[in-house]
């Protein structure tokens, strides 16, 4: 199985571990194929993946509900129309559609930037001047994720950009990526997926995951990295 059919078949359950992996200190349920997860007030990483067919709506919904925060739940492409009409029916509509991109860890990209390892609590303040103001709880939660390993690449000795990367059923997921204003444009996030998709292949995963805002800067720099459009992700939140 080559990398692109790996995320195909699997990207969606990967979501659903990375999603958990926030939630640890928080609440997390399981709702037939729905996993949720609830970090904290007002946070991103508040909602709920669905696997398959059988998810268990009224209780998925309550999750939410009982914490004071509106139901958000994020759809594979493959999995869309299993639950357009379900979700149309209950009141959701589409907030956010990101690619899914995927590639095997063989011919990786050469090294770029120097890129090493960060420290939770440096990671986080670094990632917040990368992501900009309001993103401080959620580089907070990002950097005590258990499993997770923090990068940081630095230009001319200075720390300037971000990523983090998890394992899960082989796939290596690569997210919060970033770079702080004034050092953009000179090749940190080239150097942060190659150094990532080493440690990946380092750590016995068979494929690379990573998703993108359409037709953004990101979604160029990991098409060059030699990622392929795998999938999409639909988050539909409910009113």
Do not use: I
């Not at 900009?132 to 630095?154: I, K, W, Y």
């Not at 919060?176 to 000179?186: E, N």
């Amino acid at each position: 199985m080559n990398g692109v059919e790996a995320v195909r078949s699997r990207g969606a359950k990967v979501d659903a571990a990375h999603l958990s992996r926030y939630a640890r200190g928080g609440a997390v349920g399981t709702f037939g194929t729905a996993t949720a997860g609830y970090v904290g007030a007002d946070l991103p990483v508040n909602a709920a993946v669905l696997t398959g067919a059988a998810v268990e709506w009224p209780a998925l919904e309550a999750f939410f509900e009982a914490r004071g925060t509106a139901p958000v739940v994020q759809v594979f492409s493959g999995d869309v129309a299993v639950h357009a009409a379900t979700l149309a029916e209950r009141g959701y509509t589409l907030s956010m559609l990101l690619h899914v991109h995927a590639r095997g860890l063989v011919d990786l990209p050469p090294a770029g930037h120097d890129v090493r390892e960060l420290l939770p609590a440096a990671w986080s303040v670094l990632a917040a001047r990368a992501f900009g103001p309001g993103s401080e709880r959620v580089m907070q939660v990002t950097a005590a994720r258990e499993d997770t390993t923090l990068f940081a690449c630095s230009v001319a000795g200075e720390p300037v950009g971000v990523g983090a990367l998890s394992v899960f059923q082989g796939v290596a997921l690569l997210f919060s990526a970033g770079t702080v204003p004034g050092a953009r444009g000179q090749g940190v996030q080239a150097a942060l997926l190659a150094a990532r998709l080493e440690r990946a292949r380092a750590l016995g995963a068979q494929a690379a995951m990573v998703l993108t805002t359409p037709g953004s800067g990101s979604e160029r720099n990991v098409a060059r990295a030699g990622f392929t459009l795998a999938a999409a992700r639909a988050t539909f939140q409910r009113r």
